[in-house]
């Protein structure tokens, strides 16, 4: 079954708005991380947070790895922050550095 | 250097071809790994190293895809009798992976691979 799995599929957003895009995954994790890939292609790391909160500008994560998922918030969003974000985890019931990637939400700003 | 970097960055190959990639992850970085990436698809685990460990190689589709890591450094994925399901963009990422309860991985730009 599915291991990670990412929500929604897909948003659309106006210029402004905040959104939250969750993470749920089916074990105990070691790591987890949020990326934005941009629509050329590149993944820009955004959090490592396999637990707790973090915050970097307009944008927060937070981790509650007992209930196994994961939260990320886009506060006053910009065409900018359109593009896919991914998370990844290791799962402790897999090998340490295995990364299994959710399908990810596809995220578009628009003016 | 300053980040992940991977050659060619783009490959067209005829099916049946054998096809190298390379990847140089950031200095310093002990653990290195690869991904493939089909059209508007998530990432898919392929390989990953670490130090001399033996590598984790669970996530590669078939016996056509082999890597090797030369002096715990440059990384090559090598793909025999290519197919056209092969193509993809292959991702290869590094991490300092050693500190306690830290393993944030850091992504190159990847190599977009057609198989004609």
């Known amino acids: 079954g599915i291991q990670v799995e990412q929500s929604p599929p897909d948003l659309i957003l106006q210029e402004g708005a905040n959104s939250t895009l969750r993470c749920n995954f089916s074990?105990?994790?070691?790591?987890l991380q949020w990326f934005h890939q941009n629509p050329w292609g590149q993944l820009i790391n955004l959090f490592y947070?396999?637990?707790g909160t973090k915050q970097n500008g307009r944008l927060s994560a937070t981790t509650v790895a007992t209930e196994r998922y994961s939260l990320l918030y886009i506060s006053s969003s910009q065409t900018t922050d359109s593009g896919v974000y991914f998370c990844a985890v290791t799962m402790t019931t897999d090998s340490w550095g295995k990364f299994q990637f959710g399908a990810g939400t596809q995220v578009v700003v628009t003016p | 250097g300053a980040g992940v970097s991977q050659s060619p960055s783009n490959k067209v190959t005829e099916k049946g071809k054998d096809v190298e990639l390379r990847c140089d992850p950031i200095?310093?970085?002990?653990?290195l790994y690869w991904y493939r990436q089909s059209l508007g698809q998530g990432l898919e685990f392929l390989i990953y190293?670490?130090?001399?460990?033996?590598?984790?190689k669970s996530g590669l589709p078939s016996d056509r895809f082999s890597a090797e890591r030369t002096g715990g450094s440059v990384s090559t994925l090598t793909i025999q009798r290519t197919q056209q399901e092969d193509s993809a963009v292959y991702l290869c990422?590094?991490?300092?992976?050693?500190?306690?309860?830290?393993?944030?991985?850091?992504f190159g730009p990847g190599t977009r691979l057609t198989v004609l």
């Open positions: 200095s310093g970085h002990t653990a």
């Open positions: 074990d105990s994790v070691n790591n």
């Open positions: 990422a590094s991490s300092l992976w050693g500190l306690v309860s830290y393993n944030e991985q850091f």
């Open positions: 947070i396999p637990s």
């Open positions: 190293f670490q130090g001399n460990s033996a590598p984790d």
